[in-house]
């Protein structure tokens, strides 16, 4: 699922080297904001992720350990976060019955929210699609720029790479699209679906 031509058309194109390099310095430009919107509900990594392939065999103690492995080298950028006081938001939508790849994910949410990162979460009709034209992945720092994933066209998440936008009406709109579903967001600590994840 590609995201739709007004988010992209302006944007410079990115391979995954470039879009982790288009991170870094969107990164140490921002000032204020950092909005993440997540909205697929399969995924695979490009690599060999091997919390999410334990996780699958069923190992939940290892995943668990492997998963607070993979948050400590993100620890720096949680630090960060707090001395530059950035309002820093993962916004994730979640369709339900949650797929088996969510249940792997709300592991890892426990985990990062335990190192203070803040995660909301977006309840939508099992009717909804995700990603769509309408929502779809999206890095928005302040309102100065934004890095929107691509997942190619089919029906697992797998990025190759994205695009960087800088265009000012476009990131307007991005920020009206999070904002918006941000507004009808609750914090993970009250979303349900936490304690249906514990069986898991």
Not at 33 to 42: D, I, N, P, V, Y
Not at 142 to 165: F, M, N
């Amino acid at each position: 699922m590609l995201p739709p031509s007004w988010a992209v058309s302006s944007g410079t194109r990115l391979d995954l080297d470039g879009f982790g390099a288009a991170f870094s310095q969107a990164w140490s430009r921002t000032e204020s904001r950092f909005l993440k919107l997540e909205c697929w509900q399969a995924y695979r990594e490009g690599h060999a992720c091997e919390s999410q392939e334990v996780y699958e065999r069923g190992d939940m103690e290892t995943a668990r350990e492997l998963l607070r492995r993979e948050a400590e080298a993100d620890r720096p950028l949680y630090e960060d976060v707090e001395k530059r006081h950035i309002d820093y938001s993962r916004i994730r939508l979640v369709r339900e019955p949650l797929s088996p790849y969510l249940q792997y994910e709300l592991l890892s949410y426990r985990i990062r929210a335990q190192m203070g990162e803040n995660i909301e979460v977006v309840r939508c009709d099992s009717t909804v699609r995700l990603p769509s034209d309408e929502y779809f992945d999206v890095l928005l720092f302040d309102r100065r720029e934004a890095l929107i994933h691509d997942y190619g066209t089919g029906d697992v998440g797998w990025q190759s790479g994205g695009w960087l936008i800088e265009e000012p009406y476009v990131l307007a709109r991005l920020e009206e699209m999070i904002l918006a579903l941000r507004d009808g967001a609750i914090p993970l600590r009250r979303y349900p679906g936490r304690a249906r994840t514990e069986q898991f």
